[in-house]
């Protein structure tokens, strides 16, 4: 009797390394680095519905402990004697300074707590106003990149391809593209490092970036995709990491993108659809409609490049 053969191992998962909202996709061990720590970080990067919901907790809370306090104390003219909800409302009409004149302090105790709740509500406001105007006004970019990115015939090379579309429209000055390519590799040791290596672009550098910009890579002899294909990619974990880099003209601050494709994203032998026509006024028309179709572009036969290059 033949012994089973060993059951295949589970694929390994693969994730990005940048997500496609800009953010690192990974697990951080062995930090001792907490909310509490960098609170002003914390709250400028977290989420909006985070930010409100954590101001409005506190707020509860902190209204919460003071009506405590004043319903064990008393001294609450107009309030009900040992009702917390009296004592509530009253407290968030004294944290926030309204003062409707129903319920008043009465003793020096409930004057000097009353005292203490009006200054932390007034040093409160103020930094909630600061952490929120804040989040409100840091620049950011309306910038949206192609689904996947493609290799197809340029010019008769093979080529690299995405491409990134301005929401806004807008002039965005001095806008600079980088492209890396992050892979697993092997050092002499023997040991498995992943690696970046920067690709170079057609065109890195835009003086007005305001509506699409075609993001191109050669892939010639001197590329390190020069002889490579969609397994061979797959094969490394191989990842595109783009970052764009510009002025916007309408904020006056530098702005920034990030984005990635990995390899399972990158479509061999296709190109763009077009997205640029003419209106019958003259004007330029750019259909965003179609900015993420693509068309099936044949590339030269394996090995044929390599030929060529030898040749040359």
Not at 231 to 240: C, F, I, N, S, T
Not at 277 to 296: A, E, S
Request: charged share 20%; net charge neutral.
């Amino acid at each position: 009797m033949q012994p089973e053969a060993p059951a295949p191992a589970p694929p390994e998962r693969r994730t990005r390394l940048v997500r496609n909202d800009g953010k690192i996709d990974a697990v951080v061990l062995g930090l001792k680095r907490s909310f509490l720590s960098d609170t002003y970080y914390g709250l400028l990067s977290a989420p909006w519905a985070a930010v409100l919901g954590l101001v409005a907790g506190i707020y509860v809370a902190l209204n919460a402990l003071f009506a405590l306090v004043y319903v064990l104390t008393g001294g609450i003219e107009g309030a009900r004697a040992g009702s917390f909800v009296d004592a509530f409302f009253f407290s968030v009409q004294t944290m926030a300074t309204i003062g409707y004149g129903v319920m008043h302090p009465t003793t020096p105790l409930a004057n000097v707590l009353v005292t203490m709740e009006a200054l932390l509500g007034l040093l409160g406001v103020a930094m909630a106003t600061g952490v929120l105007f804040a989040k409100f006004a840091r620049p950011s970019s309306q910038l949206v990149f192609s689904n996947v990115a493609v290799v197809g015939m340029r010019e008769g090379v093979p080529c690299l391809m995405f491409r990134v579309a301005n929401v806004r429209v807008n002039h965005v000055a001095e806008a600079t593209m980088k492209v890396a390519l992050v892979r697993n590799e092997r050092t002499l040791e023997g040991e498995r490092v992943r690696r970046w290596h920067d690709l170079p672009l057609q065109r890195s550098y835009s003086p007005i970036f305001a509506l699409t910009w075609s993001v191109i890579h050669p892939i010639d002899e001197s590329s390190l995709l020069f002889g490579m294909d969609h397994d061979k990619l797959v094969g490394m974990q191989a990842e595109l990491i783009v970052t764009l880099v510009g002025l916007d003209a309408t904020l006056a601050a530098t702005i920034h993108a990030r984005h990635s494709y990995m390899a399972e994203e990158i479509l061999w032998g296709a190109r763009f659809a077009d997205i640029m026509g003419g209106h019958p006024d003259g004007r330029r028309v750019i259909d965003f409609g179609k900015f993420h179709d693509t068309l099936p572009m044949p590339l030269p036969a394996p090995g044929a490049q390599q030929e060529k290059a030898a040749a040359e």
